[in-house]
């Protein structure tokens, strides 16, 4: 081979990793194009009647924001695959799904799940696939993780039914799989999500955690007490707590109520009070009817004293 050829075929491999390069460039930017500039697109009826029934966060935002929640929805239906495991998916199940994911991070209309690609759907529990068999007390509902379960997600369809059909018990697994995402996010699995939480409040976010867990262990406190048994479950069972009974926790745990509603940018409680303040004044709710709260006390004594 004389110098000549040598040198056709280094720019010839020269071009081809030029074109190459171009290629994957320009597949990146279109990619990165439909990230920012996701278009508009209408939401079926038949999606909003879902969500109007199943989810209350959704009903308790103002109209204007609706449309935002029903967008992003959509956007994370686009983006992330839902894949059932022996069993069926309906829209309901993807419309719960793709709630809990929005929930949390309604407060920052930009952020999306850097750490997520696929959400597995299962039938019932975790418990006899190769990931839940390493745990041996009680039922595994959810999980997210790293190995195999790197950017993914499996849930029990059951249990995500039932986080949104009972909105009052403290309890609801997406929302929980959710912000171990949001944890996670930043590299660490330490119930410390510094992607929402700013340096500053870092600190006494972690001293926060530890007061309240002691209180959980002592027997003297509302947390569940799964809550304690890790530090990155801490987060999720409060979280959980924030968006189901947001007013009970500003009232039993204020200081914690602040911390949360900092993390997540959202101020669950007086969305809450508005909503139900609304219901009454459309006269959907009357003063002797139980609390839509779930308290079990009547409107006029709960949610509606002083009203």
Known sequence: MNITTSILTLLSLGIIGSLIYLLISNSKKKKNDHHFHFRRR???EEWRVILREYVTFY?????????????????FLDTITITPVETEVEDLDRLLVASSAIIPIFGYPNWEYPNLNEVFILDSDLNDTEFGQQFTDGHVLGMVGEGKLKNKMLLSKGALREGFRNDNDKKNVGIHEFVHLIDMADGKT??????????????????????????????????????????????TVTSEYFFERPQLLEK????????????FNQDMAEQERNYLSSLVEDEEIGRNDPCPCGSGKKYKKCHGKGL
């Open 42 to 44: 209408d939401f079926k």
């Open 190 to 235: 330490d119930g410390v999500p510094e992607v929402l939480l700013q340096k500053s409040y870092a600190i006494p976010w972690i001293k926060l955690m530890q007061e309240e867990t002691d209180k959980i262990l002592n027997k003297e406190s509302s947390i569940d007490e799964y809550g304690a048994t890790k530090v990155q479950e801490f987060i």
């Open 252 to 263: 039993k745990h204020p200081e914690l109520y602040k911390a949360l509603e900092q993390i």
């Open 59 to 75: 009903n308790e935002i103002p109209d204007p924001k609706k449309d935002e929640f029903e967008q992003r929805v959509l956007r």
